[in-house]
């Protein structure tokens, strides 16, 4: 699902037209059909994603033959998208090991693999407005171990598998259009054997038994951003805690573990008592924490299960408490609201810090987990280090590059959009910056938008045009000054990249 606007009338125009007859080639606009390109064009990665179309709805189906977390599996996805042009061929994401066959509307359909590209030749061509099926069965595709300095993508572990696709992974796991500006409710259909535990994002719907294995069912009926996707498979368990404003909660750690881990995981539930009267109504069905036994080097906001590594839970609860509030505070920020081009994931970080910060502060383990006093020293610091954050990361929404992860998911993007964040609170004041926050998430629940979308309601909600002040603070190759503070300084960028004290903070 994109969320472009007047696509209803576009989808309209187009099923009176191809209502006509089959027999008339249905050309909305008179464009004959032409191939969907290869990548969305997105400034970070270029590759991701593909033109043409717009999935609605993925159904996904896994099994994992034997208990044995290093195993290749093998799926089947039936994708329904919208065609957004007239298309003669269209692409996939696909990183895995081998296709087997693909259909569409139930034609086998020729395709070839370039790279991560998986390249579809229906035997008819697909009219703009038409809803069509994209059917993939049989691929492959074999976990990787976690590296702490890359992103990781389908990972293995002692006790299974999980997912970590966060920013352009997932696709490693199954083909699909692998960019957030697509969001697409799921079916995740998981197949393993009897004795092994499979979860995935959203509700659980169904086990049914078969020959040794168990075939659990979940439905995420709300927009699911791919990088986003979950699917837990092996010697786990799952605990269910009392729901929270009628969320249900569960939580899933290795079996062996179960006694250290689920105690520690508890805290979720006044964190989200806490964030709904922070910003108002939980996005989704149900909420919980996944805890697994690697190495990531970080937490992951996997729609409904949090995904964290048994290195963070092992670390004291003055660290462990935030940053768990910080991978809460993304299903509002970052899940929910998708951002729409990756240069836009400030308003996830900078938000999930905004709320972790402001979380450590309330429960007064600031000090202990950033070594500053409060919040207004450590913006103090951020701010002081404004220049150098720019020069070597790239302005808040204009990251510099994406060669390694570290370079999008970097700390002018986590410090510097949360810092951008108090800049706003400082021009406009705290109850209309509430205002925004709160409208920011109710607005566009379920959507991917960017940057401007954010300063265009921030103007909106303050009755102020803040998009001068707003787009300084997000493009700006320099600091600009601190509403409120016009005795803060920035310290002169050195010409070597120095790494900021700001993240001295324990992560
Ligand atoms: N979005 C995650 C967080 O804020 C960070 C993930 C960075 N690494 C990655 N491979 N995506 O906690
Ligand atoms: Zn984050």
Do not use: C
């Not at 590296?147 to 083909?175: I, K, L, R, W």
């Not at 990088?227 to 062996?256: C, S, Y």
């Not at 909420?287 to 590594?309: K, N």
């Not at 950033?370 to 220049?387: I, S, W």
């Amino acid at each position: 699902m994109r969320t472009q606007p007047k696509k209803g009338l576009a989808v309209l125009l187009a099923v009176l037209v191809g209502s006509v007859g089959a027999a008339a080639p249905a050309y909305a606009g008179g464009a004959g059909p032409t191939p969907g390109s290869a990548g969305l064009g997105d400034r970070l990665y270029p590759l991701l994603g593909n033109g043409g179309y717009d999935v609605q709805n993925y159904d996904l189906h896994v099994t994992y033959p034997e208990k044995d977390p290093k195993q290749t599996v093998t799926g089947d996805v039936t994708i329904t998208a919208l065609a957004t042009q007239n298309l003669s061929r269209f692409n996939l994401d696909f990183g895995g090991d081998s296709v087997g066959v693909v259909r569409v509307n139930g034609d086998r359909a020729e395709f070839t693999r370039q790279g991560d590209e998986l390249v579809i030749t229906p035997r008819r061509h697909l009219p703009k407005g038409q809803r069509f099926r994209v059917r993939v069965s049989g691929y492959t595709a074999t976990p990787i171990e976690a590296n702490a300095s890359s992103p990781a993508g389908f990972v293995t572990t002692t006790d299974g598998t999980f997912m970590a696709g966060q920013p352009d992974q997932s696709h490693n796991y199954f083909p699909s259009n692998d960019h957030p500006s697509d969001m697409a409710t799921y079916t995740i259909a998981l197949t393993a054997p009897v004795g092994w535990l499979a979860v995935a994002n959203g509700t659980h719907v169904s086990d049914k038994r078969d020959h040794g294995y168990v075939t659990s069912t979940y439905r995420e009926a709300k927009p699911l951003a791919s990088e986003l996707i979950q699917a837990a498979v092996g010697d786990f368990v799952l605990q269910k805690r009392p729901p929270v404003n009628g969320i249900a909660i569960r939580d899933v750690v290795p079996r062996r573990l179960a006694d250290d881990l689920l105690p520690k995981a508890e805290v979720e539930r006044s964190q989200l008592t806490w964030m709904i009267d922070k910003v108002g109504k939980y996005p989704f069905e149900n909420y919980g924490s996944l805890v697994v036994d690697t190495r990531l080097g970080f937490a992951l906001e996997t729609q409904t299960i949090s995904l964290y590594d048994t290195s963070l839970f092992a670390r004291p609860k003055y660290i462990l408490d935030p940053i768990m509030l910080h991978e809460l505070s993304h299903m509002w920020f970052g899940d929910s609201v998708a951002p729409s081009e990756w240069s836009s994931v400030w308003q996830s970080e900078g938000h999930a810090t905004w709320y972790e910060l402001e979380y450590a502060e309330e429960t007064g383990v600031f000090q202990q987990y950033t070594r500053m006093p409060n919040r207004e020293a450590y913006f103090k610091q951020v701010y002081a280090e404004g220049d150098q954050l720019r020069k070597d990361y790239g302005p808040v929404a204009r990251p510099l590059k994406a060669d390694v992860i570290w370079d999008v998911f970097n700390p002018n993007v986590y410090d510097g959009g949360a810092l951008v964040l108090y800049a706003l609170r400082q021009k406009v004041g705290e109850r209309d910056f509430q205002r925004i926050e709160r409208e920011w998430v109710k607005l566009n629940r379920g959507k991917s938008v960017d940057t401007h979308d954010f300063v265009n309601l921030a103007s909106a909600v303050s009755g102020k045009n803040l998009r001068p002040f707003l787009n300084d603070w997000l493009y700006g190759t320099t600091t600009p000054p601190m509403p409120g503070h016009p005795d803060w300084t920035v310290d002169p960028a050195e010409a070597a990249a120095a790494p900021a004290a700001a993240t001295a903070r324990h992560r």
